[in-house]
T-cell receptor
Framework: EAGVVQSPRYKIIEKKQPVAFWCNPI?????LYWYLQNLGQGPELLIR????????DSQLPKDRFSAERLKGVDSTLKIQPAELGDSAVYLC??????????????????FGEGSRLTVL | GENVEQHPSTLSVQEGDSAVIKCTYS??????FPWYKQELGKRPQLIID?????GEKKDQRIAVTLNKTAKHFSLHITETQPEDSAVYFC???????????FGSGTRLSIRP
């Protein structure tokens, strides 16, 4: 089974430039998450999708960040314009269901390798 | 608000000794508590999880305990080995929003 795929793995841009990250979740996983991870910190949730619907975007800085998950599969996270403080790793994760079910592994998050952003 | 506190932030133990990492959560309705291991430059990976209807779960050298009354849970690693060196994150699923909140991580180092 293919894992969560993210691209690009690394991106270096100058401040005020736009940047976009792409995520392809595990096939059949209807829940998709975007997390931000600063160095030495735990992942912080930015947005969560159930299929194509964004059900939790309360932590997404909507003045510069946007996300979409057209057709409920792949997702794109965009930052425009980027600021110095946006330098971080952007992690995408997927899970089989949005709530705990009876399955042993239901609810487990599978993470991608992450996209490391450096804003100069 | 929703919060997961994790301690210690760094931990160094002698190879073969045990390591314990502790976390507390704020929402008493939380019902799922996973632990993730993240090696340098790699993705976080689930190593063990526990649900609120269970007090303890063990998988070979790792175990997790949950105290719902006190709202805290712990990861125990016995007979530590060099490959256990990594950053460990606890997390809690907040049932009100079905989202997973992570702790700030513990960097575990195993001394040879």
């Amino acid at each position: 089974e293919a894992g969560v795929v993210q691209s690009p793995r690394y991106k270096i841009i100058e401040k005020k430039q736009p940047v976009a990250f792409w995520c392809n979740p595990i096939s059949g996983h209807n829940t998709l998450y975007w997390y931000l991870q600063n160095l030495g910190q735990g992942p912080e949730l930015l947005i969560r999708y159930e299929n194509e619907e964004a059900v939790d975007d309360s932590q997404l800085p909507k003045d510069r960040f946007s996300a979409e998950r057209l057709k409920g599969v792949d997702s794109t996270l965009k930052i425009q314009p980027a600021e110095l403080g946006d330098s971080a790793v952007y992690l995408c994760a997927s899970s089989r269901a949005g709530h705990l079910g009876s399955g042993r592994n239901t609810g487990e998050l599978f993470f991608g390798e992450g996209s490391r952003l450096t804003v100069l | 608000g929703e919060n997961v506190e994790q301690h210690p932030s760094t931990l160094s133990v002698q190879e073969g000794d045990s390591a314990v990492i502790k976390c507390t959560y704020s929402d008493s309705a939380s019902n799922y508590f996973p632990w993730y291991k993240q090696e340098l430059g790699k993705r976080p990976q689930l190593i063990i999880d526990i649900r609120s209807n269970v007090g303890e779960k063990k998988d070979q050298r790792i175990a997790v305990t949950l105290n719902k009354t006190a709202k805290h849970f712990s990861l125990h690693i016995t007979e530590t080995q060099p490959e256990d060196s990594a950053v460990y994150f606890c997390a809690a699923r907040y049932s009100s929003a079905s989202k997973i909140i992570f702790g700030s991580g513990t960097r575990l180092s195993i001394r040879p």
